[in-house]
């Protein structure tokens, strides 16, 4: 199909354009998530496979197909920097999150299908090393804030527990924490922050856990410049975990917002547990990253 087809669907009423099917166009709306061209991504692709997923036009079986594809799409190029297959990647993984967030509320996928799907975001947040947010003229890739995202969905899933989300809070930390060329200039901070607090709010983490994560967290960033380190990758790294740290604590302090035309708001507003007792953890942590500039306690 056209531009022209795709933006009169688009500024149209209709669930899918009149003639077509949505197995005849799914393969084309998939094509097209790892297209350079901005507009085919963000627009077209992804927030039509959006739309017909929250609104379950595709079946439990045919959303187990999708994945299964986009599974496939994150291994595209994986570990190599600045070529066009990250569009492709990052986005099958912003539409795996809807199909994951679709389980969360109408539940259809088993907890071996679930736990697969864990395995291949800790996998992926990993190996991603293309960590461009907005590359200019071909649009995003964002691939740490897509993660994040998943991170986030997978958080609330009713088969993961206290294991699993400490996992998620040490691959977190791992990624924030590693010595890269790119510094998370595009929110990527507020996004992992967000995937922080989506775990926190499970209220199955106590604080023994997350101190052991918080050191964690601080210790690579707190060792690179006393030890002589000066290399830019080093200090992408203590930017990147000191400007989480701070997101993370703001949005425990603030609150988070509540996601657009989600059917539960009350879970979003309410605060973690361990919220009065991770505040002055989280500072502490800032202090010990970067102790130069806060008064001693």
Do not use: C
């Not at 790294?237 to 988070?256: E, P």
């Amino acid at each position: 199909m056209d531009r022209t087809f795709w933006q009169a669907f688009l500024t149209s009423d209709e669930p899918v354009p009149a003639g077509h099917s949505i197995d005849e166009l799914t393969p084309e709306l998939l094509g097209y998530l790892g297209s350079p061209e901005a507009w085919l991504r963000d627009e077209v692709a992804y927030l039509v496979l959006d739309s017909w997923i929250s609104h379950g036009f595709y079946t439990p079986e045919q959303l187990r197909e999708l994945l299964t594809q986009l599974a496939a799409n994150l291994q595209n190029g994986l570990g190599e920097i600045g070529d066009d297959r990250v569009f492709l990647r990052s986005f099958s993984l912003l539409v795996a999150n809807e199909i994951l967030e679709r389980d969360n509320l109408h539940p259809f996928l088993s907890e071996a299908e679930l736990r697969e799907w864990l395995e291949r975001a800790l996998h992926y947040l990993a190996a991603e090393r293309d960590l461009r947010g907005y590359t200019g003229a071909h649009g995003w890739a964002h691939t740490a804030a897509h993660t994040a995202d998943t991170l986030w969905v997978l958080s609330r899933s009713r088969y993961l527990a206290v294991a699993d989300l400490a996992r998620m809070l040490d691959a977190i930390a791992d990624k924030v924490s590693a010595p890269v060329s790119q510094v998370y200039i595009y929110g990527e901070d507020q996004r992992l922050a967000s995937a922080v607090m989506s775990i926190l709010r499970r209220d199955l983490l106590d604080m023994a856990a997350l101190n052991a994560w918080l050191a964690r967290l601080v210790a690579p960033g707190s060792t690179f410049w006393r030890a002589g380190d000066f290399a830019q990758e080093a200090a992408s790294a203590l930017h990147n975990t000191k400007l989480f740290l701070h997101s993370t604590y703001s949005q425990l302090l603030l609150g988070s917002r509540v996601p657009h035309r989600h059917p539960d708001p009350a879970y979003f507003e309410r605060a973690p547990a361990v919220r009065a007792a991770l505040l002055p953890a989280l500072a502490e942590a800032a202090r010990t990253l970067e102790p130069i500039f806060y008064r001693a306690p």
